[in-house]
Nanobody, 114 residues
Framework: QVQLVESGGGLVQAGGSLRLSCAVSGASVSSDAVDWYREAPGKEREFVASIWNNGDRTIYRDSVKGRFTVSKDNAKNTVYLQMNNLEPGDTGVYYC???????WGQGTQVTVSS
């Protein structure tokens, strides 16, 4: 059974930082790409970042480039999203997802106040 559990969300002021974690069980982050998505109130879920299974390639949506960094620890089977210089527009529920699969985490809330 594949499970993804996000953690690390919270309330932060604009300009602050948070690090989200996605702990994976039943699958291996060394074998699968893992994505981060977010969903703001009243908006559709949108892609944020992705890290390839071998870790040598990452991609980001334009609005987070230079501020967010996705990484992973294969030994812990965990993927991270370091978010710096947060903006109110980054507010939403953040989800991790195994690329090309039906497996999603339950989400973690990120709220950025102005």
């Amino acid at each position: 059974q594949v499970q993804l559990v996000e953690s690390g969300g919270g309330l932060v002021q604009a300009g602050g930082s948070l690090r989200l974690s996605c702990a994976v069980s039943g699958a291996s982050v060394s074998s699968d790409a893992v994505d981060w998505y977010r969903e703001a109130p009243g908006k559709e879920r949108e892609f944020v970042a992705s890290i390839w299974n071998n870790g040598d390639r990452t991609i980001y949506r334009d609005s987070v480039k230079g501020r967010f960094t996705v990484s992973k620890d294969n030994a812990k089977n965990t993927v991270y999203l370091q978010m710096n210089n947060l903006e109110p527009g980054d507010t939403g529920v953040y989800y991790c997802h195994i690329g090309g699969s039906p497996y999603w985490g339950q989400g973690t809330q990120v709220t950025v106040s102005s």
